[in-house]
């Protein structure tokens, strides 16, 4: 199932994530998982936010570039290879990977959030191969 | 519809005789009137009989910013002190800045040259118009004001800075056209868009004006506005906005050749071009009386074409601006006009027209850096769709100017612009140090 996810343009220069990030604790947003990936002069700040769509209204009103998108959040089994054999899942069934980041939120087994070429198939896939999913039911618990 | 079709669609032969006994007498205003004129008309051994027609134009020496700046703040007025009843000003690039002084005709006929632009964006009496130029020195403000009242429409005088009040008096007070500056126009429409009021508004036309700007700008700001938007030309020198405007057909913009003779000269050479030549646009005030300019060499660069329009109106049109000839930056051996850079960049879908080219000189090579604004409709979360952004800039500029730049992709409202002209040049190789 998908969860929200804000994303968010940061150049590169002191101090503008943690404008982000202030952003968001002024307006009471609780951050429940923070990735970044960044280039030499841009990075993408990508959240995982108590209240999405607030936090996303905020960072924009402070005249940010964030936007809202649909990734799937999987959770993988704490056993070696687990991980590997549901990148295989995926890649099998010729279905691209966008992205892929650890979330930090305390559940059994390895949270990740991953973006694919087609998000409806590898959640059927997904599925079909009895991996756990979260949906944004399961992340209000955190 | 046309304001003033006695003069808007005279034949050509007779705009020429016009041109003529109207330029003899100006040129004998100044030649009695202004010391500063008689002594530059006399350097050159030339006497007021010796123009006895638009024929005898390239005779005259020319006016430039430095004349002006000479002569500043009066020295080039043609009138004593008791006619003149306004000042405006315009921030020169270095030294005093560019002054225009005018008599209560002057106003009049200022306002009939801008009523005459507004008619021709259709315009009327019955029209509710928001002026958002700055008021006060700038031409702008006052300039579109007294030219809306002349027409007859009712002017809300807006001025600049308080974008949230413009756009709620616009849905309250049913506005249905506007005056400002292109770039403005487009951050008024990213905030309408933002306040999700698009279907509350009741705007038809815009006349934009103060700085250059494209043909891709106009398409957005149509379709985002769902207006007609026009563009409007003028200096504050040769009197404001209201020299030129485009007409429905943007064949160019339509100088009104009875009040401003306009030429075009090689800006090395200073030779008259042949009708249709590209080159600097030099415009003379024929009927001015405060302060009337001869031969003032605008450094816009453009061209005039002469053929009767589709509209209607016989007056010769001003082609689109390539730029500067203070604008134009020579990088690596290459002409660049920020123009062309901005046309190329509005090219890409949902690219805003917020652009800031820096330009410097490393280890004696021009390096160029294009700063483009992430706006949120080009946004991703994937790093792989930022960097064929970047690209795609890349290849469009390099198409565009024939330069390899540097891309980099900013965050929104961090390059200056909308308060009053953009500012697109950051030049660090200080070349004339
Ligand atoms: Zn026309």
């Not at chain 1, 992205?99 to 930090?104: A, F, P, V």
């Not at chain 2, 934009?208 to 398409?219: F, L, N, S």
């Not at chain 2, 026009?230 to 209201?242: A, K, N």
Request: hydrophobic share 40%; net charge negative.
């Amino acid at each position: 199932m998908y969860i929200k996810q804000v994303s968010v343009f940061l150049e590169n220069e002191n101090g503008r994530l943690d404008d982000a990030l202030r952003i968001l604790s002024e307006g009471n947003i609780n951050i429940l998982s923070v990735c970044i990936a960044d280039t030499a002069d841009y990075g993408v700040l990508r959240l995982i936010l108590g209240e999405s769509e607030r936090g996303c209204k905020i960072l924009k009103d402070a005249g940010m570039a964030a936007r809202m998108d649909d990734v799937i959040a999987v959770v993988v089994e704490n056993e070696v290879g687990s991980f590997g054999k549901v990148v295989k899942m995926i890649q099998d069934e010729g279905i691209g990977i966008r992205y892929i980041y650890g979330l930090s939120i305390p559940t059994d087994g390895a949270p990740i959030a991953l973006k694919t070429d087609d998000q409806e198939k590898t959640v059927k896939v997904l599925e079909r191969g009895n991996v756990k999913t979260l949906s944004p039911e399961d992340m209000q618990a955190f | 519809m046309i304001w003033n079709e006695a003069k808007e669609c005279m034949p050509r032969d007779e705009i020429r005789a016009l041109q003529s006994s109207r330029l003899v007498k100006v040129v004998n205003r100044v030649y009695h009137n202004v010391p500063y004129y008689r002594k530059k008309m006399q350097e050159v051994g030339l006497e007021p009989g010796d123009i006895r027609g638009v024929e005898d134009l390239s005779k005259l020496p020319f006016t430039t910013y430095e004349d002006l700046n000479a002569a500043y703040p009066f020295g080039l007025a043609a009138v004593p002190p008791s006619e003149l009843v306004r000042v405006h000003a315009s921030s020169g690039t270095t030294g005093k800045p560019k002054i225009g002084v005018y008599t209560r005709r002057d106003i009049d006929i200022w306002a009939e040259c801008v009523a005459r632009c507004l008619t021709m964006a259709g315009i009327t009496r019955d029209d509710i118009i928001q002026v958002g130029y700055g008021y006060g020195l700038f031409t702008g403000g006052l300039g579109a004001h007294y030219g809306a009242e002349y027409l007859g429409a009712l002017v809300i005088p807006m001025s600049t800075g308080n974008t949230q009040k413009l756009i709620d008096m616009m849905i309250d007070c049913k506005v249905t056209a506007i005056a400002c500056t292109p770039s403005y126009l487009l951050h008024v429409a990213e905030d309408i868009e933002k306040m999700g009021v698009l279907d509350k508004i009741h705007l038809k036309a815009a006349i934009c004006g103060a700085e250059p700007w494209t043909d891709e700008m106009r398409d957005q700001m149509e379709k985002r506005l769902r207006i007609k938007a026009y563009d409007i030309y003028g200096l504050t020198e040769i009197f404001g906005p209201g020299v030129a405007n485009d007409c429905e057909y943007h064949r160019g913009l339509h100088i009104w050749e009875d009040h401003f003779l306009p030429e075009i000269i090689d800006p090395s050479t200073l030779e008259q071009q042949p009708e249709g030549g590209d080159g600097e646009l030099v415009i003379t005030n024929l009927t001015k009386e405060g302060m009337p300019l001869i031969r003032y060499r605008t450094k816009d660069l453009t061209s005039l074409e002469y053929d009767k329009c589709e509209c209607g109106r016989t007056m010769a049109r001003i082609q689109r601006f390539r730029g500067r000839t203070d604008d134009m930056l020579i990088i690596r051996g290459v002409n660049v006009f920020p123009s062309q850079v901005e046309a190329a960049l509005l090219t890409i879908n949902g690219m805003t027209p917020h652009y800031m080219l820096v330009v410097d000189r490393v280890d004696n090579a021009d390096t160029l850096e294009v700063q483009v604004e992430v706006a949120d409709n080009i946004f991703t979360d994937e790093i792989s769709s930022l960097e064929k952004l970047s690209k795609e800039v890349h290849d469009k500029l390099r198409q565009a100017i024939g330069l390899n730049a540097k891309v980099r992709l900013v965050e929104p409202g961090g390059l200056e612009h909308f308060d009053g002209k953009s500012k697109h040049v950051t030049d660090k190789r200080n070349l004339y140090k």
